[in-house]
């Protein structure tokens, strides 16, 4: 009888699918190659190095053009505009705790790939003691608040750059408290009717002060004054400034004017104000004992327990050089009620921020609580500001991410959800205590899916409003990753890093596979069609996406496999930049080459396509892929029946090349004007055939399509040869598709 054949149309193509019986149309592995909006899977865009090449005197002695070669590992990257991205900063540190940003217009040969950052007393933040890193646990976190750039890193004091220079974020401690006295009456032009206290009783008062920084940020209460006491009816015997005995006769009746002493800031301080008690003595009317009353002493008393810790604001001295105010404000003239548990330090053992509701969020090594300061003022934190998040669950906690609706908190095992606002107060709920992050860096809000996250056995998603525990659920988002996942070295999850890079519309992931240390490879998801990728030969420190209209992807580099002109520095990632081999390939041996090569081949590998069941005797006759070649070849292997080891001889060898000649390769910057034609590149059909001595038999066949050059491949057809069949059906119609003629498979 003759020969049967039939064509199986696989289209259109999707992203890695590595379960036992996943459909045709997705590949068991895709490597360096990105959805595009033609509906096919081209090669990934390259990256190219950033800092510039300044002849520098390495501590060896020789001459370095690449400075990072000599110097400390870079830990931790962002990117930070102000003004609508008029100004903009690639803020980086290493790993001995030096804080830099990028400024690619400097020449010096010492300072050519970043400028300082300084601080308010022009010091450098550099290794002399000023900062740590903490990389080998969590490198330094940074967040936006307004146009100002937090940092923390669980060791140095909190930071916060405003473009210009870089200073602790609020006060470390409280001032001293001030010294207050009565102002001596030779101080005075004549008796003096409005002033301090009450005329028809006594009067006690305390004082305490704060220090404010130029972004309004006020510190913690001092320790009160000593308790100012005096009356007005009495004659009153104090000290005066020189501590010369002042006395003060019986005769008339007029309030005092009070001389408040106050302690000057630390660099950075740009105001202190000053608060003081009401009258902490009960009023005449109210003192006396009758008839199962109290004492006048222990009204008194009580009276300065309720009051004595209650300051109303007095007033503001707008510098920090002036020690001396005379306050003259009575008591009905005061301003607004504060209480020492209304301020705070921003924690200094802090090791992540978030933004919710104009407050910020701090987490990190205390243990299991979550602190946040008052609404808009970011470096001040009342003590009673915290949720203790200890349940059966006792991890710490290890991420967070401010959505519209919550503040999404994560434990190892458990996520909770933060709702409300500073005015109705701030309450947190359980949302599970089954699945938790294991890397604050990898939580990103992915545009159209949810909120992705990394947990130990895969990626996660969070969907829903977070309005309401009941209305958010989360799933396995991975689940098609199963080998890749086996791979990944979760004991280095504080190095991961994540973006969205919008242009490409992807999530990625850097982790560290195998044996790594560092991350080695990005798990990319596109999030427009839910395809998974993976992208090699990308190890990176840092990694972070521009806010504008570029969305560039810079990275702080760190591999021996660069040829990018050098091993560390900053890279970025785009559509005009390419991996192929250039011409620093002299300063590599010829196994490292071919390492670099393997690790830059883009790849797509389908999946093992089951035919067991359908036919006797299949064997396959020919694949013909639909590519764009852009001028450059195509390599093509086939494996049989899941063999790993063995692939399937085809016409000449186990691997076929097939150059992608289109006939139109463009033109442009070679043709001559008014005579050559400048031309696209257009889809071209590349065939691959099979060797006649393999009939079969054949139940499954997995094709891997490879070129270290730009290819795109949109979809492929296998065609087979038939012999005896029980039940002879179109494979694409058996596939789920239309036609051999029109369709393949359509999801």
Same mark, same amino acid.
């Given at each position: 009888?003759?020969?049967?054949?039939?064509? @199986?149309i696989?289209t259109?193509?999707?992203?890695?699918?590595?379960?036992? %019986?996943?459909r045709?149309?997705?590949?068991?592995?895709?490597?360096?190659? #990105?959805?595009?909006?033609?509906?096919?899977?081209?090669?990934?865009?390259?990256?190219?190095?950033?800092?510039?090449?300044?002849?520098?005197?390495?501590?060896?002695?020789?001459t370095?053009?690449?400075? @990072?070669?000599?110097?400390?590992?870079?830990?931790?990257?962002?990117?930070f505009?102000?003004?609508?991205?008029?100004?903009q900063?690639?803020v980086?540190?290493?790993?001995?705790?030096?804080?830099?940003?990028?400024?690619?217009?400097?020449?010096?040969?010492?300072?050519?790939?970043?400028?300082?950052?300084?601080?308010?007393?022009?010091?450098?933040?550099?290794?002399t003691?000023s900062?740590?890193?903490?990389?080998?646990?969590?490198?330094?976190?940074?967040?936006m608040?307004?146009?100002?750039?937090?940092?923390?890193?669980?060791?140095?004091?909190?930071?916060?750059?405003d473009g210009?220079?870089?200073?602790r974020?609020g006060?470390?401690?409280?001032?001293?408290?001030p010294?207050?006295?009565?102002?001596?009456?030779?101080?005075?032009?004549?008796?003096?009717?409005?002033?301090?206290?009450?005329?028809d009783?006594?009067?006690?008062?305390?004082?305490?002060?704060?220090?404010?920084?130029?972004?309004?940020?006020e510190?913690?209460?001092?320790n009160?004054?000593?308790?100012?006491?005096?009356? #007005?009816?009495?004659?009153?015997?104090?000290?005066?400034?020189?501590?010369?005995?002042?006395?003060?006769?019986?005769?008339g009746?007029?309030?005092?004017?009070?001389?408040?002493?106050?302690?000057?800031?630390p660099?950075?301080?740009?105001?202190?104000?000053?608060?003081?008690?009401?009258?902490?003595?009960?009023?005449?009317?109210?003192?006396?004992?009758?008839?199962?009353?109290?004492?006048?002493?222990?009204t008194?008393?009580?009276?300065?327990?309720?009051?004595?810790?209650?300051?109303?604001?007095?007033?503001e001295?707008?510098?920090?050089?002036?020690?001396i105010?005379?306050?003259?404000?009575?008591?009905?003239?005061?301003?607004?009620?504060?209480?020492?548990?209304?301020?705070?330090?921003?924690?200094?053992?802090?090791?992540?921020?978030?933004?919710?509701?104009?407050?910020?969020?701090?987490?990190?090594?205390?243990?299991?609580?979550?602190?946040?300061?008052?609404?808009?003022?970011?470096?001040?934190?009342?003590?009673?500001?915290?949720?203790?998040?200890?349940?059966?669950?006792?991890?710490?906690?290890?991420?967070?991410?401010?959505?519209?609706?919550?503040?999404?908190v994560?434990?190892?095992?458990?996520?909770?959800?933060?709702?409300?606002?500073?005015?109705?107060?701030?309450?947190?709920?359980?949302?599970?205590?089954?699945?938790?992050?294991?890397?604050?860096?990898?939580?990103?809000e992915?545009?159209?899916?949810?909120?992705?996250?990394?947990?130990?056995?895969?990626?996660y998603?969070?969907?829903?409003?977070?309005?309401?525990?009941?209305?958010?659920k989360?799933?396995?988002?991975?689940?098609?990753?199963?080998?890749?996942?086996?791979?990944?070295?979760?004991?280095?999850?504080?190095?991961?890093?994540?973006?969205?890079?919008?242009?490409?519309? %992807?999530?990625?992931l850097?982790?560290?596979?195998?044996?790594?240390?560092?991350?080695n490879?990005?798990?990319?998801?596109?999030y427009?069609i839910?395809?998974?990728?993976?992208?090699?030969?990308?190890?990176?420190?840092?990694?972070?996406?521009?806010?504008?209209?570029?969305?560039y992807?810079?990275?702080?580099?760190?591999?021996?496999?660069?040829?990018?002109?050098?091993?560390?520095?900053?890279?970025?990632?785009?559509?005009?930049n390419?991996?192929?081999?250039?011409?620093?390939?002299s300063?590599?041996?010829?196994?490292?080459?071919?390492?670099?090569?393997?690790?830059?081949?883009s790849?797509?590998?389908?999946?093992?396509?089951?035919?067991?069941?359908?036919? %006797?005797?299949?064997?396959?006759?020919?694949?013909?892929?639909?590519?764009?070649?852009?001028?450059?070849?195509?390599?093509?292997?086939?494996?049989?029946?899941?063999?790993?080891?063995?692939?399937?001889?085809?016409?000449?060898?186990?691997?076929?090349?097939?150059?992608?000649?289109?006939?139109?390769?463009?033109?442009?910057?070679?043709?001559?004007?008014?005579?050559?034609?400048y031309?696209?590149?257009r889809?071209?059909?590349?065939?691959?055939?099979?060797? #006649?001595a393999?009939?079969?038999?054949?139940?499954?066949?997995?094709?891997? @399509?490879?070129?270290?050059?730009?290819?795109?491949?949109?979809n492929?057809?296998?065609?087979?040869?038939?012999?005896?069949?029980?039940?002879?059906?179109?494979?694409?119609e058996?596939?789920?598709?239309?036609?051999?003629?029109?369709?393949?498979?359509?999801?």
């Amino acid at each position: 009888m003759s020969i049967k054949t039939s064509k @199986f149309i696989v289209t259109p193509l999707r992203g890695m699918d590595q379960r036992w %019986e996943a459909r045709p149309n997705h590949a068991s592995y895709i490597q360096n190659m #990105t959805w595009s909006d033609q509906d096919s899977w081209r090669s990934s865009y390259g990256y190219r190095k950033i800092n510039p090449d300044i002849a520098v005197v390495g501590d060896d002695g020789t001459t370095i053009l690449n400075v @990072f070669e000599d110097g400390p590992i870079l830990s931790s990257l962002y990117w930070f505009c102000q003004h609508g991205n008029a100004l903009q900063w690639l803020v980086y540190e290493n790993q001995r705790g030096h804080l830099r940003y990028f400024n690619g217009s400097t020449t010096d040969a010492v300072n050519g790939y970043g400028s300082w950052m300084y601080d308010v007393s022009g010091g450098l933040f550099d290794s002399t003691g000023s900062r740590n890193c903490l990389f080998e646990q969590s490198a330094t976190f940074f967040t936006m608040y307004g146009s100002n750039l937090y940092m923390v890193n669980g060791i140095d004091a909190p930071i916060v750059f405003d473009g210009r220079k870089a200073t602790r974020a609020g006060f470390s401690g409280k001032p001293s408290p001030p010294m207050v006295y009565i102002t001596p009456k030779s101080m005075i032009a004549g008796e003096f009717k409005s002033g301090v206290g009450y005329t028809d009783s006594g009067n006690q008062y305390k004082y305490v002060v704060t220090f404010v920084n130029e972004r309004g940020q006020e510190s913690r209460f001092s320790n009160p004054s000593e308790k100012l006491e005096f009356a #007005t009816k009495v004659a009153v015997t104090t000290k005066n400034s020189v501590g010369a005995i002042v006395t003060f006769p019986a005769t008339g009746s007029y309030r005092r004017l009070v001389t408040v002493h106050i302690p000057t800031g630390p660099p950075g301080t740009v105001a202190r104000r000053i608060y003081r008690t009401q009258n902490m003595v009960s009023f005449s009317e109210e003192i006396g004992a009758g008839s199962g009353g109290v004492s006048s002493i222990t009204t008194e008393k009580l009276r300065e327990a309720q009051y004595g810790r209650e300051f109303y604001y007095v007033t503001e001295i707008q510098d920090n050089v002036c020690k001396i105010y005379q306050d003259h404000i009575s008591d009905v003239e005061l301003g607004g009620l504060s209480i020492s548990e209304d301020f705070g330090d921003f924690p200094r053992n802090a090791t992540m921020l978030a933004v919710f509701k104009n407050t910020m969020f701090v987490a990190g090594e205390m243990n299991e609580e979550l602190m946040y300061s008052r609404p808009m003022q970011p470096e001040v934190f009342p003590i009673d500001n915290v949720f203790n998040l200890s349940d059966n669950q006792t991890s710490l906690i290890t991420g967070m991410y401010a959505t519209g609706d919550s503040l999404v908190v994560f434990k190892y095992r458990a996520i909770y959800l933060v709702k409300g606002d500073p005015v109705n107060g701030f309450f947190a709920q359980t949302l599970t205590t089954d699945i938790g992050c294991i890397c604050n860096e990898s939580i990103r809000e992915v545009p159209g899916v949810g909120l992705v996250f990394l947990a130990n056995d895969g990626i996660y998603v969070l969907e829903g409003t977070y309005s309401t525990a009941s209305q958010t659920k989360f799933f396995k988002l991975s689940q098609g990753l199963r080998e890749i996942f086996k791979r990944v070295n979760t004991e280095f999850a504080h190095k991961f890093r994540s973006v969205i890079n919008h242009s490409d519309r %992807e999530y990625w992931l850097s982790v560290c596979l195998d044996s790594d240390t560092s991350p080695n490879t990005i798990i990319k998801f596109s999030y427009e069609i839910g395809a998974w990728s993976i992208y090699t030969d990308m190890p990176n420190v840092g990694m972070v996406e521009v806010q504008d209209h570029r969305s560039y992807i810079y990275f702080a580099g760190d591999s021996v496999r660069s040829l990018n002109g050098g091993a560390h520095g900053l890279y970025v990632y785009g559509g005009s930049n390419t991996n192929n081999i250039s011409s620093n390939v002299s300063k590599y041996t010829e196994e490292q080459l071919a390492t670099i090569v393997k690790a830059r081949t883009s790849i797509y590998e389908t999946v093992n396509v089951n035919f067991n069941g359908i036919y %006797e005797n299949f064997a396959p006759a020919r694949v013909q892929a639909r590519v764009v070649g852009y001028g450059n070849t195509l390599d093509m292997q086939v494996f049989t029946n899941r063999d790993s080891d063995t692939k399937m001889a085809t016409s000449a060898t186990s691997t076929q090349s097939r150059p992608l000649e289109d006939q139109n390769f463009p033109l442009y910057g070679t043709a001559l004007y008014g005579v050559g034609i400048y031309r696209e590149h257009r889809p071209i059909v590349a065939r691959f055939d099979f060797s #006649t001595a393999n009939k079969g038999p054949v139940s499954e066949i997995r094709l891997i @399509f490879t070129s270290p050059f730009l290819f795109e491949i949109i979809n492929y057809e296998l065609e087979a040869r038939l012999g005896q069949s029980r039940d002879v059906i179109n494979l694409t119609e058996k596939f789920g598709g239309g036609s051999a003629s029109k369709g393949g498979i359509t999801r």
